[in-house]
């Protein structure tokens, strides 16, 4: 189904899991003032109910956009991932709808960098465990599992924006780095690159993850994998709750084989801040769990709210789909005076040649046309000279065989 565009007072935003200010900030200074913010997430059933009437969606790791969600969302526009990850949304089906997905793929980098170094130095040390202790009472006074992190090998997997961060600050502190990656990288520093994960774990004191969540990741570190581990080593998992075969992990620690973890990401997590939060690694000791907020920083938070907000406006404004992750990427200077059609179709022959009927059909100039396809998308953005029949172009364009959505921009509405 298409749709048309509306007035910017007719444009309804939905902000889940309590997104910045900034965004706010960003949506009213572009004069959207239909914003919705709320501080959880919503599931399948209640993202169902509301759907239906929300253009612009806002989202962070923990709202499941399912197929069946997007296929519902009958005037959704884009969506708006406030993190770093994109797997929570089902790229493929906001595709097929025409909808790109933007993220804000650096702004938390640094934060979940700090606390990976942080972790390790707790983790090595036995920190967790023996404050856990001194809080209930307890004294152990002792060095007994506890080392200097200098000269230790630490083993970063992905070695992406993360983690060579994580890389940098490590080698600062005087720690060996060795990483793994699918792709040929870049050492940076004094890095060692591996063949295979079995070697990097094997070296290494430390392990940590950085991964995103694929097919190829899931349970990525598995039983095999985690006994492949040095003795006595630690594991941290800042990346996806799925890297890790969790269950494989409780036990690994059980036995000691395990000593430490650090462990961000689950398998499960909860929705809200009031849910219970259910683990096998629960109640471990030298487990250190936190309630996923490696990028929960207030720098962090700010940056992404701007950031994302300001992609999510520049497409709504202008059809820019820059930095857009399921999208084909278009990158368009304002055209003022002119009135903008945006398309999105099916990349199959004779579409293109279709649409420029339309125009030309109505003797229209077309002043400028920017396209950009991928093996199955196409968007074209169209702008028109002179008088235009904005709804009558629109109903005509919608006809075009292959079309998944069509918008128009009015003169002057742009950036209003
Ligand atoms: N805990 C948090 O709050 C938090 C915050 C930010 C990001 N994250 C997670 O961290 C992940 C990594 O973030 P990033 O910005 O560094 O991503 P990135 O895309 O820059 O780096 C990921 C790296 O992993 C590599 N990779 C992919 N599959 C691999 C595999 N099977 N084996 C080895 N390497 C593989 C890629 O080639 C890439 O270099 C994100 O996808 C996100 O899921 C978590
Ligand atoms: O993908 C990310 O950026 C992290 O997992 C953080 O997600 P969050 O915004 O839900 O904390």
Redo the contacts with the bound molecule.
């Keep these: 189904m298409t749709k048309l565009s509306l007035s910017k007072d007719k444009i309804n935003i939905l902000l889940l899991e309590g997104v910045h200010d900034n965004a706010i900030s960003e949506f009213a200074g572009g004069g959207y003032a239909t914003v919705e913010r709320l501080p959880h997430a919503l599931d399948e059933g209640e993202l169902l109910e509301r759907i239906g009437s929300v253009h612009i969606l806002g989202i962070r ?1 923990r709202t499941h956009l399912t197929a069946r969600v997007l296929e519902a969302a009958q005037k959704l526009i884009t969506v708006g991932c406030f ?3 994109t ?1 929570q949304v089902d790229l493929k089906a906001a595709r097929r709808i025409g909808v790109p997905v933007f993220n804000a ?2 702004s ?2 640094r ?2 960098a700090e606390l990976v170094i942080g972790e390790i130095i707790m983790l090595m040390r036995g920190i967790f465990e023996k404050s856990q202790l001194v809080h209930g009472g307890g004294w152990m006074k002792s060095a007994k599992n506890s080392y200097e992190i200098r000269g230790k090998t630490l083993g970063i ?7 060579t961060q994580v890389s940098i600050l490590a080698e600062a502190m005087g720690m060996k780095v060795r990483f ?4 040929k ?1 870049l050492a940076l520093g004094n890095a060692q690159p591996c063949s295979s ?1 079995e070697e990097l774990l094997a070296s290494s004191d430390v392990v940590t993850l ?5 097919p ?2 899931r349970n ?1 570190m598995g039983e095999r994998e985690l006994r492949t581990m040095k003795k006595g080593s630690h594991l941290i998992n ?3 709750g799925q890297v890790v075969d969790i269950d494989a992990l409780a036990a690994a620690m059980a036995d000691g084989h395990i000593l430490g973890a650090a462990i ?2 689950f398998p499960k997590e909860p929705g809200s801040d009031g849910e219970v939060f259910e683990s096998p690694l629960r109640g471990i000791r030298s487990a250190i769990l936190t309630p ?5 920083t207030l720098e962090a938070q700010a940056n992404i709210g701007s950031e994302v907000a300001q992609k999510l406006l520049e497409y709504s404004d202008n059809g820019s789909t820059v930095g857009a992750v399921n999208f084909p990427q278009v990158g368009l200077p304002v055209h003022e005076g002119c009135t903008r059609f945006l398309h999105v179709h099916e990349n199959r022959p004779g579409v293109l040649r279709k649409i420029n009927e339309v125009f030309s059909g109505r003797n229209l100039n077309i002043a400028a046309q920017y396209l950009q396809t991928d093996p199955e998308l196409g968007y074209v953005v169209v702008d028109v000279d002179g008088d235009v029949d904005e709804q009558a172009l629109a109903n005509e364009l919608r006809e075009v065989e292959g079309t998944l959505k069509t918008r128009f921009l009015y003169p002057g509405r742009r950036g209003e």
Excluded: E, F, W
């Excluded at 793994?180 to 792709?183: E, F, N, Q, S």
């Excluded at 950085?210 to 694929?214: A, E, F, K, Q």
């Excluded at 996923?292 to 929960?296: A, P």
């Design positions: 790791s993190c770093i990850g797997n793929p650096y938390n980098t934060s979940v997997v992905g070695y992406g924006h993360i983690g793994y990656d699918v792709l990288k994960l950085h991964v995103p969540d694929t190829q990741t990525m800042a990346a996806r961000d990401v996923h907020i490696g990028g929960s």
